[in-house]
Nanobody, 119 residues
Framework: QVHLVESGGGFVQAGGSLRLTCAAS????????MGWFRQAPGKERESVAD????????YYADSVKGRFTVSRDNAKNTVYLQMNSLKPEDTAIYYC????????????WGQGTQVTVSS
């Protein structure tokens, strides 16, 4: 059974940093592209960043470019999201997700971790 467990969320002041971690189990991690998504209250879920199975290609939403960095460690079955220069509008529940390399839709999702940025 696949499990994705996010951690590292919390409360931070604007301009601060957080590092989110997503630990994966029950899958061959290196066969999966990984993504980070977020959902703020009253808003739709949006893609934040993703990284290919090998880590050689990444994508960022325009709203986080230059501030967030996605990375992965296939030896540890873990993907990270380093978030710097946080803004109040980054406040949301952050989710990690996994998709098999050949697929376009994400198949597995974590439970999410809350990030709150105060002004």
């Amino acid at each position: 059974q696949v499990h994705l467990v996010e951690s590292g969320g919390g409360f931070v002041q604007a301009g601060g940093s957080l590092r989110l971690t997503c630990a994966a189990s029950g899958l061959t991690f290196s066969n999966f592209d990984m993504g980070w998504f977020r959902q703020a209250p009253g808003k739709e879920r949006e893609s934040v960043a993703d990284i290919t199975w090998s880590g050689d290609s990444t994508y960022y939403a325009d709203s986080v470019k230059g501030r967030f960095t996605v990375s992965r460690d296939n030896a540890k079955n873990t993907v990270y999201l380093q978030m710097n220069s946080l803004k109040p509008e980054d406040t949301a529940i952050y989710y990690c997700a996994a998709r098999t390399r050949v697929r376009t839709e994400y198949e597995y999702w974590g439970q999410g971790t809350q990030v709150t940025v105060s002004s």
